[in-house]
């Protein structure tokens, strides 16, 4: 490592418990993704050249969540955070500089890591600690200063005086050490005290007494450190993230009709002038072109829009859809649906598995599974692929500028050939060849005066 670069701790080895929860707590997610990976994120985005996760209870489904974005270890025994720091020392040279962080602080930014790490560097500490003024500091480790302004220790709220809990500046559970130092500190801290826990913040006090120094930086606003313990502490921060990404989007040139009712994950991206109108949900790994429309009144998980589009009323989840379609309203797209530019899909469609080619159009009340459909098909209202005969699946294939009638049924596997066409109402079993016209219906008669035998 050379100076200005920087390793980090992030301790996540704790249930969780007031979640509530069979998932470890810093896998629940928010804002589109586990709250621990926010926390990576941030340190990758602030510089961390190195990110050790510390983790204990579901330790497999954390690693598992965590990927390659940062390392692991173990810690067996939940003795405290001054403990958990210590099963990470292994992977730390003597000569780094240690952030600490906690895995369920998911509001933390980049930019203000980088700042306190540069602080902290440019002191010259030993030991830094990242400090928040709280109108509520109730459960938090209280900052105690001595005359001078300087801290002097942390005191965990358990075990603080009256006096102590007064104090309104908190330890936000962020801080940067120099390595030796902090490991060196660590061997002395003990575990008596009210929680019985070798308790991190502790150090400062140790590294104090040693004459080294101590800096302490307070945040400007407390709410990027807020710590996550409930289902409602976790509601409150998605509104948080969901807040500051419309403010981003409407900044960058993005139209948001309603931000309150606009629920946009944070690693999704939209371009300039396009136009978000109330109540959608755009999550997860999506990306929205520019000049798009895209809602009222809809849900999209991990999709690609193109720029132009027309999407409204609409649930689409692992898919694509090409520039200048329009969709809805009333549409279900479901995964693995690629939709080509100038498509047009209308009212009550359901498509699913399925390509469907440049300018095709399914305008009304279909449902298209496990289908290839060419450019410039024409598939009329109500059209059904029928894909499952109740035990396997079959792919439909309709070449370019077929015409289906309305209310057909393409019994797969079937295809239908190019410029070829299918009459209204057919049951379609075998393949169409090239512009040729396919009726499979029943022909119709008449019975002449019915209604007067009837009488
Ligand atoms: C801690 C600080 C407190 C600070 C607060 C900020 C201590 C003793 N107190 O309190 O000063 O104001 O954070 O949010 O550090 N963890 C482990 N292993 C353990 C214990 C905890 O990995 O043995 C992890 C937890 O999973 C959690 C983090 O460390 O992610 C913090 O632990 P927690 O018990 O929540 O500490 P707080 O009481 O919040
Ligand atoms: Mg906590």
Known sequence: MSSGEFSTVILAAGKGTRMKS??????????GKPMLQHVIDAAIGAGAVKNIVVVGF????????VGNTARVVVQEEQLGTGHAVLQAKPLINENDTVMVLCGDTPLLTAKMLKKFYDAHKKEKAQASVLTAVMPDPKGYGRVIRDFNGYVKKIVEHKDATTAERAVTEVNTGIYCFEAKTLFAALKKVGNNNAQGEYYLPDVLEIIRDQGKKISAAAVKSYEATLGINSRQQLAEAERILHRRKNRQLMADGVTIMDPATTYIDVDVTIGQDTVIYPSTWIQGNSTVGSNCEIGPCSRFTDINIGDKAVVT?????????????TVGPYVHLRPHTKVADKVHIGNFVEVKNSNIGEKTKLPHLSYIGDSDIGSGVNMGCGTITVNYDGKKKYRTTIENDAFVGCNSNLVAPVKVGEGAYVGAGSTITKDIPAGELAVGRARQTNIPKWRDKRK
């Open 58 to 65: 579901g330790r497999d489904e954390v690693k598992a969540a």
């Open 313 to 325: 009323f609409t649930y689409a989840h692992e898919c694509e859809i090409g520039a200048e379609a």
């Open 22 to 31: 069979n998932i470890p707590k810093v896998l629940h997610h928010i804002g």
